[in-house]
């Protein structure tokens, strides 16, 4: 159905981003193609290591996952901040992806976790577009007209590994103001990888090469966290709206950085191995 007129449909899941959408007329397509019995989109599952987030599958399976708790707790973090429990149990992991929102906790997280979107034409089957070349602008995506999202899949993380997402709100619920998902590996003392995403800080999630080669090598001490921080405010380029103007964006940038850094390198070094051998 989506290939007969792609240019004039929309795919409806959870409605939680294409119903306002359509409310402020921002989009009137002709056609809205419900794919809610698509239960084979549902899933959330581990293979070979990697996980697999079906484009139907709720926030709220997300949050309550044991898997996710355990081997990928960087998503339960980043989901914790979507909107409130009736929205997290309604919107779809697919959508929220595919909507692009530079506000949006998942694009950042999954940015962060080098994460892949598997998107499913049916003329010319499936394809996988890493998260850093998917998100291409302004709730604008890699996807081509007949595709859609079926799959988000994430690599395991490995031994040694530190993550946080830090988020800042004018209230609980709210879109974020500013956030940051870091992942970071320590190895001997030293950052061996490490990965910065912020949230709010340009079109679309935005990695901060600059930040993370400052980090990677190091000893990760308040200079290095200092210089990470300054190095990720200047990548910045915030929009200011009637919340905040950009240069105050772009403080708070510094400012969940700052802590989303700090408690990665905590976390790995308390040794939370997020990457347990006997899970289900």
């Known amino acids: 159905m989506l290939a007969e007129d792609p240019d004039e449909s929309k795919i409806l899941a959870g409605g939680q981003s294409l119903i306002p959408v359509l409310n402020f007329r921002m989009a009137s397509p002709e056609r809205l193609i419900d794919i809610n019995r698509l239960i084979d989109l549902a899933y959330l599952r581990s293979v070979d290591g990697y996980l697999q987030i079906g484009a139907l599958t709720r926030h709220a399976t997300l949050e309550k996952s044991r898997l996710i708790e355990r081997r990928w707790p960087l998503l339960k973090e980043a989901v914790h901040w979507v909107a409130h429990a009736a929205i997290r149990n309604r919107g779809t992991i697919g959508g929220s992806v595919s909507h692009a929102d530079s506000a949006a906790e998942l694009p950042v997280a999954l940015t962060a976790l080098n994460a892949t979107i ?67 590996t320590v190895e001997q003392g030293r950052c061996s990888d490490a990965r910065i995403s912020l949230l709010g800080a340009a079109q679309t999630p935005l990695r901060v090469p600059r930040a993370e080669e400052r980090l990677t090598g190091s000893v990760i001490d308040d200079a290095a966290v200092e210089a990470a921080v300054q190095l990720a405010c200047e990548a910045s380029e915030p929009t200011g709206d009637l919340h905040g103007s950009a240069e105050y964006r772009r403080s708070l940038i510094g400012v969940v950085v700052r802590r989303a850094i700090n408690k990665a390198v905590e976390r790995a070094k308390e040794g939370r191995d997020a990457t347990p051998r006997h899970d289900h």
């Open 118 to 184: 598997v998107a499913r034409s049916s003329s010319r089957g499936e394809r996988c577009i890493s998260a850093q070349d998917f998100f291409v602008g302004t709730m604008t995506t890699a996807l081509e007209p007949d595709e859609l999202l079926v799959e988000v899949r994430v690599p395991p993380l490995p031994a040694g590994h530190g993550f946080a997402f830090e988020e800042i709100s004018r209230r609980n619920g709210d879109f974020g103001l500013a956030g940051s998902a870091v992942v970071l």
